[in-house]
């Protein structure tokens, strides 16, 4: 049975930083694109990052590039998003997704089979 379960989420101010990660369980990390999505109260959840299996690329939405970085450690079957600069619009529950499909389509949800239950970040002075 896949399991995905986040955590490092909280309460950060303007400009400082959160690393997010995701365990996953009952998969092997390599094998799957694995992306972020967020949801920010009364709005639909939307695209953070992806990297996709087999060490392939890494794409951000463009809001986020340059301040989060995605990085995983298929040893320990965990992957990691670092937010760097944030800011109050990068509000909301984040979510870690797995994907086995051989896609270029990771901005999309529906590529995804197994999400995790969510991690709330908040940034507010």
């Known amino acids: 049975q896949v399991q995905l379960v986040e955590s490092g989420g909280g309460l950060v101010q303007p400009g400082g930083s959160l690393r997010l990660s995701c365990a996953a369980s009952?998969?092997?990390?390599?094998?799957?694109?694995m992306g972020w999505f967020r949801q920010a109260p009364g709005k639909e959840r939307e695209f953070v990052g992806a990297?996709?299996?087999?060490?392939?690329?890494?794409s951000y939405e463009d809001s986020v590039k340059g301040r989060f970085t995605i990085s995983r450690d298929n040893a320990e079957n965990t992957v990691y998003l670092q937010m760097n600069d944030l800011k109050s619009e990068d509000t909301g529950v984040y979510y870690c997704?797995?994907?086995?499909?051989?896609?270029?389509?990771?901005?999309?949800?529906?590529?995804?089979?197994?999400w995790g239950q969510g991690t709330q970040v908040t940034v507010s002075s």
């Open positions: 990297h996709r299996r087999n060490g392939g690329a890494i």
């Open positions: 009952g998969l092997n990390l390599r094998r799957y694109n």
């Open positions: 997704a797995a994907g086995s499909q051989i896609t270029s389509a990771v901005r999309q949800s529906e590529m995804y089979a197994h």
